[in-house]
């Protein structure tokens, strides 16, 4: 997967911020279901805020997993809050 640029990160940045946290990441933790539902909204979406209710100390390790694990970019960390996006494939419509 490709990187980001400065540019597509800081525009994505700013899209972000108006968005509100579409998961949250509780005591199951990564559990395959959560992975799921994150896959799928990324599907849908391609831009999505996840917000920590628990690990939170873990979230330095854990958000660079959830990228990877879904094959998104990890666009911005901010406090218990990530962004992840993952384009749309260019065949969808």
Not at 2 to 7: C, D, E, G, Q, R
Not at 19 to 25: E, G, V, Y
Not at 35 to 57: N, R, T
């Amino acid at each position: 997967m490709l990187s980001l640029s400065n540019a597509e990160t800081r525009a994505l940045k700013a899209r972000a911020q108006r968005l509100k946290a579409m998961l949250k990441i509780g005591k199951e933790g990564l559990s395959p279901q959560f992975l799921a539902a994150l896959d799928d909204a990324l599907k849908h979406h391609s831009l999505v805020k996840v917000k920590f209710d628990e690990f939170k100390e873990q979230k330095k390790e854990l958000a660079p997993q959830l990228a990877a694990r879904t094959s998104s970019h990890l666009v911005t960390r901010v406090g218990n809050v990530v962004v992840l996006y993952r384009p749309k494939p260019e065949n969808d419509p």
